[in-house]
Protein backbone atom coordinates (compact mmCIF):
# COMPACT_ATOMS: atom_id res chain seq x y z
CA UNK A 1 0.00 0.00 0.00
CA UNK A 2 2.66 2.40 0.78
CA UNK A 3 3.95 2.25 -2.41
CA UNK A 4 0.63 2.53 -3.96
CA UNK A 5 0.93 6.43 -2.44
CA UNK A 6 4.20 6.97 -3.80
CA UNK A 7 3.03 5.49 -7.38
CA UNK A 8 -0.22 7.71 -7.25
CA UNK A 9 1.66 10.97 -6.27
CA UNK A 10 4.03 10.09 -9.14
CA UNK A 11 1.31 9.64 -11.80
CA UNK A 12 0.03 12.88 -10.87
CA UNK A 13 2.57 15.56 -9.75
CA UNK A 14 5.52 13.92 -12.76
CA UNK A 15 3.62 12.82 -14.99
CA UNK A 16 0.81 15.19 -15.18
CA UNK A 17 -1.38 12.63 -16.02
CA UNK A 18 -5.34 13.77 -15.62
CA UNK A 19 -6.14 9.72 -16.38
CA UNK A 20 -8.62 8.46 -13.99
CA UNK A 21 -6.99 6.19 -11.43
CA UNK A 22 -8.55 3.26 -9.48
CA UNK A 23 -6.97 1.85 -6.55
CA UNK A 24 -8.36 -1.63 -5.28
CA UNK A 25 -7.52 -3.97 -1.92
CA UNK A 26 -9.11 -7.04 -0.70
CA UNK A 27 -10.88 -6.95 2.18
CA UNK A 28 -10.28 -4.24 5.14
CA UNK A 29 -7.06 -5.45 6.32
CA UNK A 30 -5.25 -4.08 3.05
CA UNK A 31 -6.21 -0.32 3.35
CA UNK A 32 -6.08 0.99 7.13
CA UNK A 33 -8.43 4.72 7.70
CA UNK A 34 -4.95 6.72 7.79
CA UNK A 35 -3.66 5.37 3.86
CA UNK A 36 -6.86 5.47 2.40
CA UNK A 37 -6.75 8.96 3.65
CA UNK A 38 -3.82 9.81 2.08
CA UNK A 39 -5.17 8.33 -1.14
CA UNK A 40 -8.15 10.73 -0.60
CA UNK A 41 -5.77 14.28 -1.20
CA UNK A 42 -7.70 16.74 -3.36
CA UNK A 43 -4.44 16.72 -5.82
CA UNK A 44 -4.50 13.51 -6.67
CA UNK A 45 -7.90 13.35 -8.07
CA UNK A 46 -9.89 11.53 -9.90
CA UNK A 47 -9.35 8.76 -8.03
CA UNK A 48 -11.48 6.00 -7.20
CA UNK A 49 -10.65 3.73 -3.74
CA UNK A 50 -12.61 -0.05 -3.51
CA UNK A 51 -12.99 -2.89 -1.82
CA UNK A 52 -13.31 -5.55 -4.50
CA UNK A 53 -14.38 -8.33 -2.06
CA UNK A 54 -17.87 -6.72 -2.33
CA UNK A 55 -18.14 -7.90 -5.78
CA UNK A 56 -20.53 -10.21 -6.81
CA UNK A 57 -18.89 -13.62 -8.37
CA UNK A 58 -20.12 -14.69 -11.71
CA UNK A 59 -22.68 -17.50 -11.68
CA UNK A 60 -20.62 -19.16 -14.25
CA UNK A 61 -17.48 -19.19 -12.62
CA UNK A 62 -15.94 -21.99 -10.40
CA UNK A 63 -16.24 -20.58 -7.02
CA UNK A 64 -13.09 -20.48 -5.38
CA UNK A 65 -10.98 -18.82 -2.63
CA UNK A 66 -9.07 -15.48 -3.17
CA UNK A 67 -4.99 -16.71 -3.22
CA UNK A 68 -1.95 -15.45 -3.38
CA UNK A 69 -2.07 -13.00 -6.48
CA UNK A 70 -5.45 -13.31 -7.51
CA UNK A 71 -7.31 -10.43 -6.25
CA UNK A 72 -5.23 -8.67 -9.59
CA UNK A 73 -6.95 -10.85 -11.80
CA UNK A 74 -10.09 -10.00 -9.85
CA UNK A 75 -9.56 -6.52 -9.53
CA UNK A 76 -9.00 -6.50 -13.72
CA UNK A 77 -11.82 -9.01 -14.27
CA UNK A 78 -14.82 -7.92 -12.12
CA UNK A 79 -13.34 -4.89 -9.92
CA UNK A 80 -12.49 -2.42 -12.66
CA UNK A 81 -15.27 0.38 -14.30
CA UNK A 82 -13.00 0.89 -17.32
CA UNK A 83 -13.15 -1.14 -20.44
CA UNK A 84 -9.04 -0.46 -20.94
CA UNK A 85 -6.83 -0.52 -18.26
CA UNK A 86 -3.15 -0.05 -17.59
CA UNK A 87 -2.86 -2.32 -14.54
CA UNK A 88 0.12 -1.88 -12.52
CA UNK A 89 1.28 -3.44 -9.52
CA UNK A 90 1.99 -1.70 -6.51
CA UNK A 91 5.90 -1.20 -6.79
CA UNK A 92 5.35 -0.13 -10.69
CA UNK A 93 5.32 2.97 -12.57
CA UNK A 94 5.40 4.10 -15.73
CA UNK A 95 8.27 5.64 -17.27
CA UNK A 96 6.25 7.58 -20.59
CA UNK A 97 2.83 9.07 -20.17
CA UNK A 98 0.45 6.03 -19.57
CA UNK A 99 -1.84 8.30 -22.41
CA UNK A 100 0.78 7.53 -24.92
CA UNK A 101 0.65 3.47 -23.98
CA UNK A 102 -2.52 3.57 -25.02
CA UNK A 103 -1.80 4.86 -28.25
CA UNK A 104 0.87 1.76 -29.19
CA UNK A 105 0.51 0.50 -32.80
CA UNK A 106 0.62 -3.24 -30.91
CA UNK A 107 -1.39 -2.42 -28.21
CA UNK A 108 -4.47 -0.24 -30.66
CA UNK A 109 -3.73 -3.08 -33.18
CA UNK A 110 -4.23 -6.14 -31.01
CA UNK A 111 -5.97 -4.48 -27.45
CA UNK A 112 -3.05 -6.06 -25.95
CA UNK A 113 0.58 -4.50 -24.47
CA UNK A 114 2.73 -7.14 -22.30
CA UNK A 115 6.81 -6.97 -21.40
CA UNK A 116 8.84 -9.93 -20.54
CA UNK A 117 9.77 -11.44 -17.21
CA UNK A 118 13.46 -12.11 -16.51
CA UNK A 119 12.89 -15.70 -17.24
CA UNK A 120 11.99 -18.08 -20.62
CA UNK A 121 9.97 -20.35 -18.68
CA UNK A 122 10.70 -20.33 -15.02
CA UNK A 123 8.26 -22.54 -12.99
CA UNK A 124 5.74 -23.28 -16.37
CA UNK A 125 4.82 -27.07 -16.80
CA UNK A 126 3.64 -28.41 -19.60
CA UNK A 127 0.66 -29.75 -18.45
CA UNK A 128 -0.34 -26.49 -18.50
CA UNK A 129 -0.99 -26.57 -22.30
CA UNK A 130 -1.00 -29.72 -22.90
CA UNK A 131 -4.17 -30.57 -20.21
CA UNK A 132 -6.25 -28.19 -22.76
CA UNK A 133 -4.90 -30.07 -25.78
CA UNK A 134 -2.43 -27.45 -26.76
CA UNK A 135 1.14 -27.45 -27.69
CA UNK A 136 3.48 -25.77 -24.93
CA UNK A 137 4.36 -22.08 -26.43
CA UNK A 138 8.04 -22.42 -26.00
CA UNK A 139 8.63 -25.57 -27.19
CA UNK A 140 10.53 -25.24 -30.63
CA UNK A 141 10.26 -21.66 -30.19
CA UNK A 142 13.82 -20.18 -29.03
CA UNK A 143 12.71 -16.34 -28.89
CA UNK A 144 10.18 -17.72 -26.28
CA UNK A 145 9.56 -15.15 -23.37
CA UNK A 146 7.14 -15.59 -20.61
CA UNK A 147 5.49 -12.57 -19.60
CA UNK A 148 5.65 -10.26 -16.48
CA UNK A 149 2.11 -9.56 -14.82
CA UNK A 150 3.31 -6.47 -13.05
CA UNK A 151 2.97 -4.47 -16.00
CA UNK A 152 0.03 -4.29 -18.97
CA UNK A 153 -2.24 -2.72 -20.97
CA UNK A 154 -5.72 -4.67 -21.62
CA UNK A 155 -8.68 -3.98 -23.65
CA UNK A 156 -11.28 -5.43 -21.33
CA UNK A 157 -14.09 -4.78 -24.08
CA UNK A 158 -11.73 -5.86 -26.83
CA UNK A 159 -10.96 -9.20 -25.33
CA UNK A 160 -13.66 -10.01 -22.94
CA UNK A 161 -13.20 -14.20 -23.69
CA UNK A 162 -9.86 -13.70 -23.13
CA UNK A 163 -10.62 -12.44 -19.78
CA UNK A 164 -12.91 -14.85 -19.01
CA UNK A 165 -10.07 -17.66 -19.87
CA UNK A 166 -7.84 -15.84 -17.69
CA UNK A 167 -10.12 -15.88 -14.67
CA UNK A 168 -11.38 -19.64 -15.51
CA UNK A 169 -7.56 -20.49 -15.31
CA UNK A 170 -7.36 -18.53 -11.43
CA UNK A 171 -10.27 -19.70 -10.16
CA UNK A 172 -8.27 -23.39 -10.58
CA UNK A 173 -5.31 -22.52 -8.61
CA UNK A 174 -5.90 -25.28 -6.56
CA UNK A 175 -4.21 -27.42 -9.73
CA UNK A 176 -3.13 -24.66 -12.48
CA UNK A 177 -0.31 -22.98 -9.68
CA UNK A 178 1.45 -26.54 -9.76
CA UNK A 179 1.76 -26.01 -13.23
CA UNK A 180 2.66 -22.19 -12.95
CA UNK A 181 4.06 -19.11 -10.89
CA UNK A 182 1.50 -17.11 -9.51
CA UNK A 183 -1.27 -14.89 -12.33
CA UNK A 184 1.99 -14.47 -14.82
CA UNK A 185 1.28 -17.52 -17.11
CA UNK A 186 -2.41 -17.23 -16.90
CA UNK A 187 -2.51 -14.52 -19.24
CA UNK A 188 -0.75 -15.88 -22.40
CA UNK A 189 -2.96 -19.36 -22.37
CA UNK A 190 -6.09 -17.33 -22.18
CA UNK A 191 -5.17 -16.19 -24.96
CA UNK A 192 -4.81 -19.19 -26.78
CA UNK A 193 -7.85 -20.59 -25.46
CA UNK A 194 -9.74 -18.10 -26.37
CA UNK A 195 -8.32 -18.72 -29.85
CA UNK A 196 -6.86 -15.52 -29.68
CA UNK A 197 -3.20 -15.51 -29.60
CA UNK A 198 -2.79 -13.47 -32.90
CA UNK A 199 -3.88 -11.11 -29.91
CA UNK A 200 -1.20 -11.79 -27.79
CA UNK A 201 0.95 -8.81 -27.74
CA UNK A 202 4.57 -8.26 -26.24
CA UNK A 203 7.41 -6.62 -26.65
CA UNK A 204 10.23 -8.19 -27.63
CA UNK A 205 12.90 -6.44 -25.54
CA UNK A 206 14.39 -8.41 -22.57
CA UNK A 207 14.51 -6.35 -19.12
CA UNK A 208 17.29 -4.78 -17.70
CA UNK A 209 18.88 -4.55 -13.65
CA UNK A 210 19.10 -0.66 -12.39
CA UNK A 211 21.39 -1.33 -9.69
CA UNK A 212 22.91 0.88 -7.15
CA UNK A 213 26.86 0.42 -6.58
CA UNK A 214 27.63 -0.69 -3.02
CA UNK A 215 29.56 1.09 -0.20
CA UNK A 216 33.59 1.13 -1.57
CA UNK A 217 34.07 -1.68 1.21
CA UNK A 218 31.45 -3.69 -0.57
CA UNK A 219 27.94 -4.64 0.66
CA UNK A 220 25.92 -7.97 1.36
CA UNK A 221 22.39 -8.85 -0.15
CA UNK A 222 19.52 -10.15 1.68
CA UNK A 223 21.49 -13.27 2.40
CA UNK A 224 24.64 -12.06 3.51
CA UNK A 225 26.20 -12.35 0.21
CA UNK A 226 28.67 -10.13 -0.60
CA UNK A 227 27.27 -7.67 -3.53
CA UNK A 228 28.93 -4.66 -5.18
CA UNK A 229 25.87 -3.57 -6.78
CA UNK A 230 22.09 -3.55 -5.00
CA UNK A 231 19.68 -4.17 -7.83
CA UNK A 232 16.41 -2.31 -6.94
CA UNK A 233 14.41 -1.75 -9.98
CA UNK A 234 13.71 -3.80 -12.87
CA UNK A 235 13.39 -1.83 -16.02
CA UNK A 236 10.65 -2.85 -19.18
CA UNK A 237 10.75 -1.65 -22.28
CA UNK A 238 8.82 -1.16 -25.37
CA UNK A 239 9.24 -2.52 -29.25
CA UNK A 240 11.73 -0.31 -30.01
CA UNK A 241 13.83 -0.27 -26.85
CA UNK A 242 12.11 2.66 -25.10
CA UNK A 243 12.13 2.60 -21.61
CA UNK A 244 8.09 1.56 -20.38
CA UNK A 245 8.18 0.95 -16.90
CA UNK A 246 9.89 0.79 -13.26
CA UNK A 247 9.06 -2.22 -11.42
CA UNK A 248 10.21 -1.03 -7.62
CA UNK A 249 10.83 -4.16 -6.32
CA UNK A 250 8.91 -2.95 -2.98
CA UNK A 251 10.81 0.09 -2.15
CA UNK A 252 8.40 0.13 0.69
CA UNK A 253 9.65 -1.34 3.00
CA UNK A 254 11.82 -4.18 1.37
CA UNK A 255 14.51 -2.80 -0.23
CA UNK A 256 14.72 0.86 2.16
CA UNK A 257 15.57 -0.99 4.78
CA UNK A 258 17.57 -3.87 3.33
CA UNK A 259 21.29 -4.19 3.26
CA UNK A 260 22.12 -1.16 0.69
CA UNK A 261 20.24 1.43 3.06
CA UNK A 262 22.33 0.03 5.99
CA UNK A 263 25.51 0.87 4.29
CA UNK A 264 23.83 4.30 3.56
CA UNK A 265 23.46 4.09 0.19
CA UNK A 266 20.33 5.65 -1.86
CA UNK A 267 19.24 2.83 -3.63
CA UNK A 268 15.74 4.66 -4.63
CA UNK A 269 18.00 6.31 -7.36
CA UNK A 270 19.72 3.26 -9.33
CA UNK A 271 23.17 5.05 -11.09
CA UNK A 272 23.67 1.94 -13.39
CA UNK A 273 21.48 0.06 -15.78
CA UNK A 274 22.87 -3.41 -17.40
CA UNK A 275 21.68 -4.31 -21.01
CA UNK A 276 18.65 -6.03 -21.88
CA UNK A 277 19.59 -10.05 -21.02
CA UNK A 278 17.87 -13.45 -21.66
CA UNK A 279 17.05 -15.58 -19.08
CA UNK A 280 20.51 -17.45 -19.03
CA UNK A 281 22.38 -14.46 -18.08
CA UNK A 282 20.11 -12.97 -15.59
CA UNK A 283 19.63 -16.38 -13.98
CA UNK A 284 23.21 -16.08 -12.79
CA UNK A 285 23.12 -12.43 -11.78
CA UNK A 286 20.24 -13.00 -9.63
CA UNK A 287 20.67 -16.33 -8.25
CA UNK A 288 16.97 -16.02 -7.26
CA UNK A 289 16.16 -13.19 -5.56
CA UNK A 290 19.28 -12.23 -3.81
CA UNK A 291 19.15 -8.99 -5.25
CA UNK A 292 22.50 -7.76 -5.69
CA UNK A 293 25.20 -8.63 -8.39
CA UNK A 294 29.04 -9.12 -7.29
CA UNK A 295 32.01 -7.31 -9.48
CA UNK A 296 32.51 -10.26 -11.44
CA UNK A 297 29.38 -10.46 -13.12
CA UNK A 298 29.51 -7.03 -14.02
CA UNK A 299 31.55 -5.26 -17.04
CA UNK A 300 31.79 -1.56 -15.98
CA UNK A 301 34.24 -0.19 -17.91
CA UNK A 302 33.60 -1.23 -21.55
CA UNK A 303 30.87 1.96 -21.84
CA UNK A 304 33.88 3.94 -21.38
CA UNK A 305 34.91 3.03 -24.91
CA UNK A 306 31.90 4.47 -26.91
CA UNK A 307 30.80 6.90 -24.62
CA UNK A 308 32.18 9.12 -27.96
CA UNK A 309 30.27 7.43 -30.54
CA UNK A 310 26.78 9.15 -29.54
CA UNK A 311 25.23 12.28 -28.19
CA UNK A 312 23.97 11.41 -24.81
CA UNK A 313 20.69 10.54 -23.14
CA UNK A 314 18.98 8.25 -26.05
CA UNK A 315 15.18 7.34 -25.92
CA UNK A 316 16.26 3.68 -26.81
CA UNK A 317 18.45 1.01 -25.15
CA UNK A 318 18.70 -0.34 -28.75
CA UNK A 319 20.75 2.72 -29.68
CA UNK A 320 23.21 1.93 -26.68
CA UNK A 321 23.62 -1.50 -27.49
CA UNK A 322 24.33 -1.28 -30.98
CA UNK A 323 26.65 2.20 -30.79
CA UNK A 324 28.87 -0.21 -28.05
CA UNK A 325 28.59 -3.26 -30.15
CA UNK A 326 27.17 -5.52 -27.36
CA UNK A 327 24.42 -6.75 -29.87
CA UNK A 328 26.46 -10.21 -30.38
CA UNK A 329 26.53 -10.18 -26.83
CA UNK A 330 22.72 -10.05 -25.46
CA UNK A 331 22.42 -13.87 -25.11
CA UNK A 332 25.96 -15.00 -23.25
CA UNK A 333 26.56 -14.93 -19.74
CA UNK A 334 28.40 -12.96 -17.32
CA UNK A 335 29.86 -10.45 -17.09
CA UNK A 336 27.26 -8.10 -18.09
CA UNK A 337 28.00 -4.88 -19.48
CA UNK A 338 26.54 -1.87 -17.45
CA UNK A 339 25.97 1.59 -18.43
CA UNK A 340 24.92 4.88 -16.42
CA UNK A 341 21.07 5.29 -16.52
CA UNK A 342 22.21 8.89 -17.58
CA UNK A 343 22.03 7.87 -20.51
CA UNK A 344 18.43 6.74 -21.02
CA UNK A 345 16.76 10.32 -20.34
CA UNK A 346 13.02 8.44 -20.34
CA UNK A 347 14.93 6.26 -16.93
CA UNK A 348 17.25 8.34 -15.82
CA UNK A 349 14.55 11.49 -15.24
CA UNK A 350 11.83 8.73 -14.01
CA UNK A 351 13.89 7.38 -11.28
CA UNK A 352 15.28 10.30 -10.10
CA UNK A 353 11.83 11.63 -9.75
CA UNK A 354 10.25 8.57 -8.42
CA UNK A 355 13.01 8.94 -6.18
CA UNK A 356 12.17 12.19 -5.15
CA UNK A 357 8.53 11.31 -4.52
CA UNK A 358 9.32 8.68 -2.03
CA UNK A 359 11.88 10.79 -0.19
CA UNK A 360 8.74 13.65 0.04
CA UNK A 361 6.45 11.14 1.26
CA UNK A 362 8.34 8.99 3.37
CA UNK A 363 8.04 10.52 6.69
CA UNK A 364 3.97 10.69 6.44
CA UNK A 365 4.13 7.42 4.90
CA UNK A 366 5.96 5.77 7.92
CA UNK A 367 3.26 6.94 10.13
CA UNK A 368 0.76 5.07 8.67
CA UNK A 369 2.78 2.35 7.14
CA UNK A 370 1.13 -0.90 6.45
CA UNK A 371 2.05 -3.99 3.79
CA UNK A 372 1.47 -2.62 0.36
CA UNK A 373 -1.52 -2.89 -1.37
CA UNK A 374 -1.94 -5.42 -3.81
CA UNK A 375 -2.95 -3.65 -7.14
CA UNK A 376 -3.28 -0.67 -8.66
CA UNK A 377 -4.72 0.02 -11.94
CA UNK A 378 -4.83 3.26 -14.17
CA UNK A 379 -7.26 3.79 -17.35
CA UNK A 380 -9.78 4.60 -19.21
CA UNK A 381 -13.42 4.29 -20.14
Request: aromatic share 12%.
Amino acid sequence: MSNIIVNAHYIRHTLRSQMPIEVFYYGDQEMPHALASMLMDASLQPLRLADTSYKDYPTWQRPTRMFRWMPKIWALYRGTSFDEVLLLDADSVPLVQPEELFETPAYVATGSLFTPDYWTNWEMKDELYTTFGLQPPYEGNPNFKSMESGQLVFNRRKLSAVLEWIWFINAHHDVTYSWMYGDKDSFRLGFALAGALEQFSQSPTWPSLAVTQASPQGGTDFHGKPVDYHHSVVVQYGWAGEPLFAHQLKFWPKVVSGPGAEEGIDVTLPEWVTVPSSHARLFTLLEMGCLGIGKEHADDTSYVKCMGRHTWPTASVNTVVDVCGWRDGLNSSTPIPLFPTRWLGGLDGGLKALSDTFKKLRHEIESARSEPLLVKSVGRR
